[in-house]
């Protein structure tokens, strides 16, 4: 089958999205063009991820804040700029860039970056947090709490995987004596493969109440947490508002497994008070299902390694190609040999093996379409096997019967011509050394 030789279709469509993010550029008549600059610091290319045109309502941060998609001129790389209108910095905010810049967890977007300007808006000055751009990711509030998608409800296996990323990630905070502050259904982000990242890890400590003791900022952390999870898996933020608490409990009562609510209530009730709830003691309350997704996760581990291993026998093949391609019916202009290039020596053999290989017929005349045939003939030439072929002109009237093994060294004489007449005809241009490393970047992996 097609899918045996490259990566499965749903993995090759999530890297097409992903690089579509990448290239995402405002249109000139878009009304967000009035409120977004062309550059800002050292990012260009802003893209507003906000779909509101008007002044942005006052968030879980406190304030309005505008959140665009940019690409670094320095690294290229794609990042998140979050600026914050009218806060008051209460704390060095290079001393948070530095502790939560060096804080990496596979489910927290880690920040970058924190600088003051004034480039969105020349007359006043914007606090700014750069973090890792989160491809194709939504909030949990937008993707499970919107009106229009509050129909069935999340399997138990999908939440306990959002349970056991979001605990892992606090988990990893507290450890280091710190508090995430920001686990609100609005900035935790889901992709659509279902990985869960806490955003904006690092912005409340900057424009935050500086006099809040981190035992009772952990404290809140995990009734933020239960009423993460409580709100996600009833799909409303008002599942955890007082007056429907009771209800909301009851619902996951009847529909899951009694783990899921004794974990809700655990966390957000917190008996015997803040002191005696910890993440390491809610971890160890479920830890029988962190080892679940555990195995889940070794699983889709193994399976990327298959998808990857696709990949880069491709690539293998891709480069013995590009080789054969360029030896192959090359045109060489004003020499002597200009019409004799492929049809002579070495050249001969290949042009035949590219017809045997690719150019295939049956009985009828009709042409072979043999994908399995293609790559598996690919293969030996790039191993050079000792098995033997007959090669036959298009006329028929030539017949020889050759090794992979000698075909390969055909191929390998041929190419190494090349790059010694493209050293000549660039009178000069690469020296010895490169010429050799330029031959191996072609070498078979």
Known sequence: MMSDFFAAEQLRVDLATRAAQSALMLDAHDPRVAFTPDRVHEYHTLFPLDAVVDEPEVGALGCTSRVYKAVSRIDGNTYALRKLDGVKITVDHNSMRKVWGELQHASIVRLRNIFITNEFDAQSNALTFVHDFVFGAMTMEERYMRAQDTVGDISEELVWSYIAQLTSAIRFVHSRGKAVRCLHASKVLVTPQHRVYINCCG????????????????????????????????????????????????YIAAH?????????????????????????????????R???????????????????????????????????????????????????????????????????????REENDRPVVDFGSVVQCLNKLDVGVSERIMLMSSDGQTLLVVSYADLKACCERSFTELLIAGNYAQAGGFGNRSLMQHAQSFAPA
């Open 203 to 250: 912005v409340l400590d900057v424009i935050g109440d500086k006099k809040a003791q981190v035992p009772d900022l952990q404290a809140e952390d995990l009734r933020g947490l239960g009423t993460l999870i409580l709100e996600t898996v009833c799909r409303s933020v008002e599942a955890s508002q007082a007056q429907n608490l009771s209800a909301s409990v009851d």
């Open 256 to 288: 899951y497994h009694p783990d899921l609510k004794d974990l809700i209530v655990y966390l957000i009730s917190q008996p015997g008070g803040p002191g005696q709830v910890t993440i390491f003691s809610a971890s160890a309350r479920i830890s029988g």
């Open 290 to 360: 962190l080892l679940e997704q555990l195995d889940h996760t070794y699983q889709h581990m193994d399976y990327c390694h298959a998808e990857l291993a696709k990949e880069i026998q491709n690539g293998r093949l891709f480069r013995l190609l590009v080789k054969l391609c360029m030896i192959v019916e090359r045109p060489q202009r004003d020499t002597p040999a200009a019409d004799a290039w492929s049809e002579t020596g070495d050249r001969y053999l290949l042009k035949l093996f590219m017809d045997y290989a690719f150019h295939q």
